[in-house]
């Protein structure tokens, strides 16, 4: 039994360790300085986050839950909402409208 649960634990953290389809994206809007905001109860934030998979980790990301005053100072008033330079983007967004915006590209894989 101790050691079905072991293997288990150890497939579950791999999984979330495993590479992203969108890292190489993910990595770039953030180095390029791209914000997304949001919260862990808005839905659309949820499928945002879903669409990059394991590669979300790496987005410079900003829950407005608990950082309310910089939502506030940004503005923020939907979600999710992305920030590049002068550029505002509100709602879901495709992979590709955000490599657009920040001239990153979209990993092919």
Do not use: R
């Amino acid at each position: 039994m101790l050691i079905v649960i072991v293997t288990l634990l150890f497939l579950i953290f791999n999984s979330k360790n495993a590479p992203g389809k969108y890292d190489q994206l993910a990595k770039c809007l953030t180095e390029k300085g791209a914000i997304m905001f949001g919260t862990d109860w808005c839905p659309h934030c949820i499928k945002q986050k879903e669409l990059f998979g394991n590669s979300f980790k790496y987005i410079n990301y900003k829950n407005c839950d608990f950082n309310k005053v910089l939502c506030d100072l940004n503005n923020i008033t939907g979600y999710p909402t992305w920030i590049y330079k002068d550029k505002v983007l509100n709602g879901e967004q495709p992979v590709e409208v955000l490599a657009s915006m920040s001239g990153c590209e979209v990993d092919k894989q």
